[in-house]
């Protein structure tokens, strides 16, 4: 099993930066991927990005080119380094593993954009 623990939530104003932080309950260096999810009241949650075990990185259009996905290996925590931040990407924010085909998820970190 794997345990995650989100931080780094808050409120912000349109166009600043927060940075969220997963740590994770085992090494990271062999667990398949990982990604940072969404949930907007009343929408389905959604992918915000993925970065795999060997560094590959993927994104929804929506964040590209203001969001940033790493990962520390040697701290077994992933970040999701948030600028230029938009109303609309007001949601929860939840960290997700896939590890040996099994999908585990954080408690989730709320972030709030006031325009």
């Known amino acids: 099993q794997v345990q995650l623990v989100e931080s780094g939530g808050g409120l912000v104003q349109a166009g600043g930066s927060l940075r969220l932080s997963c740590a994770a309950s085992r090494s990271i260096s062999y667990i398949n991927a990982m990604a940072w999810y969404r949930q907007a009241p009343g929408k389905q949650r959604e992918l915000v990005a993925r970065?795999?075990?060997?560094?590959?990185?993927n994104y929804a259009d929506s964040v590209k080119g203001r969001f940033s996905i790493s990962r520390d290996n040697a701290k077994n925590t992933v970040f999701l380094q948030m600028n230029s931040l938009k109303p609309e990407d007001t949601a929860v924010y939840y960290c997700?593993?896939?590890?040996?085909?099994?999908?585990?998820w954080g408690q989730g970190t709320q972030v709030t954009v006031s325009s």
């Open positions: 997700n593993a896939l590890y040996r085909s099994n999908p585990y």
């Open positions: 970065i795999t075990s060997i560094g590959s990185t």
